[in-house]
């Protein structure tokens, strides 16, 4: 069975911090998805990574996809309110044709 | 261009009650995906369409839940009877195709709650 694992869970910090969340598997994925999703909407897709190792940066987000293609970081730099929510990651099933998500990371940034 | 719609936003109905949600998606995407987010969880896949055919229902608790697609457009989920578990989010998404499911679009959900 794939799961994603995601940690932290919770996550509360002061505006202007830094912070990681990941997102761990026992399996291999051909991609892995990051999404974040607000109270009371649907979750909103960042970017997709690809390549074992790939890093790809969003303004002051930075998602790294791991060399074995099994794991996936999300670096924040100097968080804002705006940043706060659900973050969720996601990678294909078996077969190719749908998503499995993690339990997701719920971020709270305070001014 | 118009996102995924879904109705209603909210429901409350009592266990053993029926409830059916609408979903609409984004013009021209062939894929339509349902999704139940329980509070705390990621959302979880009930059943994905291609076109007006079912792809995966693998995890849709089919003694009473259903969904169809019959035009390949639109599409209605039902949950009949509800329980109290069945408390959740539930999700529509849709993508240009099969093999484009990581690049999915989600509507605002429906919020159930059972009591």
């Known amino acids: 069975t794939q799961l994603l694992e995601q940690s932290p869970q919770f996550l509360s910090i002061q505006e202007g911090e830094n912070l990681t969340v990941y997102c761990n598997s026992s399996?291999?994925?051909?991609?892995l998805q990051w999404y974040r999703q607000e109270p009371g909407e649907g979750p909103v897709l960042l970017v997709t990574v690809v390549t074992g190792g790939e890093v790809k940066k969003l303004k002051r987000l930075t998602f790294q996809f791991g060399d074995a293609r099994k794991d996936s970081s999300l670096h924040i730099t100097a968080a804002q309110p705006g940043d706060t929510g659900l973050y969720l990651c996601a990678g294909a099933n078996q077969a190719g044709t749908a998503l499995i998500f993690g339990k997701g990371t719920t971020l709270s940034v305070s001014s | 261009e118009a996102g995924v719609a879904q109705s209603p936003r909210y429901k409350i109905i009592e266990k053993r009650q029926s409830v059916a949600f609408w979903c609409n998606p984004i013009?021209?995407?062939?894929?339509l995906y349902w999704y139940q987010q329980i509070l705390g969880q990621g959302p979880k896949l009930l059943i994905q369409f291609q076109n007006n055919g079912v792809v995966d229902d693998s995890q849709l608790p089919k003694d009473r839940f259903s969904a169809e697609r019959l035009k390949g457009v639109d599409s209605t989920l039902k949950i009949q009877p509800a329980k109290l578990e069945d408390s959740a989010v539930y999700l529509c998404?849709?993508?240009?195709?099969?093999?484009?499911?990581?690049?999915?679009?989600f509507g605002p959900g429906t919020r159930l709650t059972v009591t």
């Open positions: 399996s291999v994925f051909s991609s």
């Open positions: 998404a849709s993508s240009f195709n099969w093999d484009r499911q990581y690049e999915q679009y």
């Open positions: 013009s021209g995407h062939a894929t």
